[in-house]
């Protein structure tokens, strides 16, 4: 293994390194054991037959247990000052993107810990660029990282065609092996394998599941940044917890209320169905949903569907294609063809996706509407609602589109959902916003 592997990381190794420093993957402490990795507790029943014990909670990184050694080498930060500015990107921001853009790259030169408050089509990546290309021409270390694995496969490309730096890209199943290199796009799980690593990181979608609700993917992103570093958060709908470190000036703020585009966020319209569930087993489902549906398929609309629960996914489409509406796939978390799913619909490829909320935020589909099926379920939070709106009208080609929320009560989140997206177009019809 080159020496560079070990460079600000966390590895388990069978054969400890020429230089390196090792330490117990598993450590007891008052009669307990807890990973060293990922700093959860050894469940009493997470023992080998040897009577060996493992840690269960990061067990996709590979099986860490009591005999294993984790090897590190501090981050050395072997990257050159650039005298030019690696940013290669062709776009040109808006003057609101411009400005939101200067405030982060300015917060970033002060070594401030913020967060880029900005609607969904906002543009928040390419308003990261100046700040981005700054850091990166210090010679730092940079992570742009995700809970959700769709917003870094769609992220990678983008970054590789903006920025002339090498680049690594982390997530489970990849391809390609690991690089040291001055910029990493990973998902927040792949944070547990380093340490101290980063000048900067970038938290895109910092309030999605799991890290919104994961001690342990929340350690992963603090111990990954240098204790000289400091971080900017993304998102369209942060949280309580990170308002109130806004208000408490623990945080920095850019906020921005308008798409990049000029256009207002689309509203989220409520239609009202009785127990849509119930008649899935007939298969059916309520004559309106259908109708709009067979619309969009006269009209070649492309349309997400939403529905609550991956079990939800095969009824659905049954349903669909009990009355003819061909043409649509199902995706979830666990899909092993996922990835190829996402690109087909965002080739044009497939007139329709019913999916779960892996999809609510981070992707970008052109001309897409939403359809939400159970809008009042438990599972569906007003950030996800905002989220899931916010995948209609991105491209400036077409700004326009429907969001339709089919639900048998108004919920309370379905109501704030609405009066965020309300609240925003008001704040973005100030700084010029205009409907499609």
Same mark, same amino acid.
């Given at each position: 293994m080159e020496k560079s592997q070990l460079f600000g990381r966390r590895l388990p190794l069978e054969q400890a390194p020429a230089s390196g420093h090792g330490i117990p993957a598993l450590r007891q402490v008052n009669g307990r054991w807890r990973c060293q990795r990922c700093q959860q507790w050894v469940a009493t029943t997470d023992y080998l037959p040897q009577q060996? @014990?493992?840690?269960?909670?990061?067990?996709?990184l590979g099986r860490l247990t009591a005999h294993t050694k984790l090897y590190t080498i501090p981050e050395p930060n072997q990257f050159a000052t650039l005298t030019e500015s690696p940013?290669?990107? @062709?776009?040109?921001?808006? @003057?609101?993107q411009l400005a939101a853009a200067q405030a982060v790259k300015r917060y970033t030169m002060a070594g401030r810990d913020q967060l880029l408050w900005a609607v969904t089509g906002a543009g928040k990546t390419e308003i990261g660029f100046p700040a981005l290309a700054w850091a990166l021409q210090q010679g730092w270390r940079v992570a742009?990282?995700? @809970?959700?694995?769709d917003v870094c496969l769609e992220l990678a490309p983008r970054l590789a065609q903006a920025f002339t730096v090498p680049q690594t890209v982390l997530y489970g199943g990849q391809a390609l092996p690991y690089k040291y290199c001055p910029l990493t796009i990973c998902t927040t799980h792949q944070l547990l394998r380093f340490?101290?690593?980063?000048?900067?990181l970038i938290v895109d979608e910092v309030d999605a599941f799991p890290l919104a609700t994961s001690p342990l993917l929340q350690l992963a992103v603090k111990r990954a940044q240098k204790p000289t570093g400091s971080h900017l958060y993304l998102t369209a709908t942060p949280g309580r917890d990170l308002q109130r470190q806004v208000q408490r000036r623990q945080l920095a703020v850019t906020y921005l209320p308008l798409r990049y585009h000029g256009y207002l966020l689309p509203p989220i319209q409520v239609r009202l169905v009785g127990n849509w569930r119930q008649r899935l087993s007939q298969p059916r489902l309520p004559g309106a949903i259908l109708r709009r549906l067979r619309r969009y398929q006269q009209t070649q609309q492309r349309y997400l569907l939403f529905v609550p629960h991956v079990a939800d996914l095969s009824p659905v489409q049954h349903a669909l294609q009990h009355a003819h509406l061909d043409g649509g796939v199902t995706v979830h978390a666990a899909d092993p063809d996922r990835q190829s799913k996402v690109q087909a619909i965002r080739d044009q490829q497939v007139t329709s996706l019913i999916t779960t909320t892996i999809l609510e935020r981070g992707v970008t589909f052109p001309a897409v509407n939403v359809v939400i099926l159970g809008g009042d379920?438990?599972?569906f939070s007003t950030a996800a609602l905002v989220q899931m709106a916010g995948r209609v009208g991105r491209h400036p080609d077409h700004p326009g589109g429907e969001v339709i929320c089919y639900c048998h009560s108004q919920t309370r989140a379905v109501q704030r959902a609405q009066r965020m997206i309300r609240t925003l177009n008001r704040k973005g019809r100030r700084l010029g916003g205009r409907r499609p």
């Open positions: 060996i @014990p493992y840690c269960r909670h990061c067990l996709n940013l290669n990107w @062709p776009g040109q921001l808006s @003057p609101i742009w990282t995700s @809970p959700r694995v340490e101290a690593a980063f000048d900067w379920d438990a599972v």
